[in-house]
């Protein structure tokens, strides 16, 4: 390696560290935020309202992590829940546009086939049930 790679490579490797520093630290302010926002508005309401006593800043930080982990994910939502949906609303439009057919299919259906089928099936339950056919 010549000295421009090594310069490069480094230069990227304190990036990434210096990177990682400040999402560490916005990790800490957003935390200190919401264990405080949490602690301030339970020792403004909860005393008063219920009775209850003051909390410090930890079992308010506490408090906003329990929620997250009972109640998920505080406005987020993950890409299976919105796959899901996306197919939910795919199987409504679906259902929808073919429905209106469907009586008519199944009637003809069942004409042409499920009558016999379902004559043959009975048929074949009752021999493993131990009665007799007719």
């Keep these: 390696m010549n000295e421009e790679n090594k310069k490069s490579h480094s230069t990227g490797f304190f990036k990434v560290i210096g990177g990682m520093i400040v999402g560490i630290m916005i990790a800490g302010f957003f935390a200190l935020i919401v264990g405080v926002l ?4 339970w020792n403004w309401l909860m005393p008063a309202i219920f009775g209850l006593g003051t909390i410090s800043f930890w079992q308010g930080f506490g408090i906003a992590l329990l929620a997250r982990l009972l109640f998920g994910g505080m406005g987020h939502q993950n890409g299976q829940s919105q796959k899901t949906k996306s197919k939910q609303d795919m199987g409504h439009i679906h259902r929808q546009k073919f429905n209106w057919k469907l009586d008519e299919v ?3 259906w069942w004409a042409a086939e499920g009558a016999k089928s379902f004559e043959d099936y009975m048929k ?7 009665k007799e056919s007719e």
Excluded: S, V
Aim: charged share 50%.
């Design 124 to 130: 074949r339950k009752d021999c493993k049930d131990g």
């Design 38 to 41: 949490i602690m301030a508005l």
């Design 106 to 108: 199944y009637e003809e």
